[in-house]
């Protein structure tokens, strides 16, 4: 059974820093792509930050410079530290893992960890 275990949410001021975590098991951690998404109320999700088995990142262009991607593959989680936080940053975070080799696909979704910035 496959299962990410999102923690680290919760309420921060703005200018504050959070750090997410994604807890992964019943996968082969190493083998998958990483990624963060968020949903704020009244929008689409998105995707706030990704990194690949290689180690290589990618991020929104409204996090750059503020969020780090990261992942520890022998304790199968992926973070997402989250620095100089705005209110536009309040949303529902969502850790993927995401696997694909030929004609194979996989794509698991934690159940979301809250985070709210407001003073």
């Known amino acids: 059974q496959v299962q990410l275990v999102e923690s680290g949410g919760g309420l921060v001021q703005p200018g504050g820093s959070l750090r997410l975590s994604c807890a992964a098991s019943g996968i082969t951690f190493s083998f998958y792509d990483m990624s963060w998404y968020r949903q704020a109320p009244g929008k689409q999700r998105e995707l706030v930050a990704s990194i690949i088995v290689r180690g290589t990142t990618n991020y929104a262009d409204s996090v750059k410079g503020r969020f780090t991607i990261s992942r520890d593959n022998a304790k199968n989680t992926v973070y997402l530290q989250m620095n100089s936080l705005k209110p536009g940053d309040t949303a529902v975070y969502y850790c993927?893992?995401?696997?694909?080799?030929?004609?194979?696909?996989?794509?698991?979704w934690g159940q979301g960890t809250q985070v709210t910035v407001s003073s």
């Open positions: 993927n893992a995401y696997y694909s080799m030929s004609s194979m696909r996989r794509d698991y």
